[in-house]
């Protein structure tokens, strides 16, 4: 899986947003969103929104505990950065995701104007950006955010979800 070549968005410079040098923290940030996550029994997949350096949002998947099919990570990361900043325009913010957004998030993503999409680990069925469809990369979105993949914390990013899992399925046989 490689970055987007170059063709990118003409609407950000994710230089200004969030430096590669910075990923490994923030998408640290993201996985201690997981990690919570996992602790209301949510697939541990955690989001953290990023501007000029800090964080200003960060969500874990709540799908379980709400009991809204909306509720994953990014989406409710997104909402939290727009109220914190008063607007719904996310031009000069980052998303960090654990796991490569859905449909549905790249698309928020989108419409959030977000500059810069990070992820850690791929989801080769449901990926939006890179797996299973190239939603960043639409021509016919208004807007494109640019994306990279951040493979350096990808076996932390899958132990949780591979150890989520197995205490899921354990749950469900020992319920037998
Ligand atoms: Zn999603």
Redesign the pocket.
């Known amino acids: 899986m490689k970055e987007r070549p170059h063709s990118g968005t003409p609407f950000a410079d994710a230089g200004t947003v969030a430096r590669p040098a910075d990923d490994d923290r923030f998408m640290r940030e993201a996985l201690d969103e997981g990690r919570r996550a996992a602790e209301h029994g949510d697939v541990p997949?955690g989001a953290a929104i990023v501007r000029a350096g800090e964080v200003v949002a960060r969500a874990g998947?709540r799908r379980e505990v709400d009991a809204d099919p909306?509720a994953?990570?990014?989406?409710i990361a997104i909402r939290e950065a727009a109220r914190a900043l008063g607007r719904w325009r996310l031009e000069d913010c980052a998303l960090y995701?654990t796991v490569e957004?859905?449909?549905?998030?790249?698309g928020?993503a989108v419409l959030a104007r977000i500059a810069l999409v990070v992820f850690g680990a791929p989801d080769e069925k449901?990926g939006?950006v890179r797996s299973a469809a190239e939603l960043l990369d639409a021509t016919w979105m208004n807007h494109r955010p640019r994306w990279r993949f951040y493979p350096l914390l990808r076996d932390e990013v899958e132990r949780l979800l591979g150890e989520f899992f197995a205490t899921q399925r354990k749950a469900r046989s020992d319920a037998d």
């Open positions: 997949i998947n909306t994953h990570a990014e989406l995701v957004p859905c449909a549905m998030c790249a928020a449901a939006a």
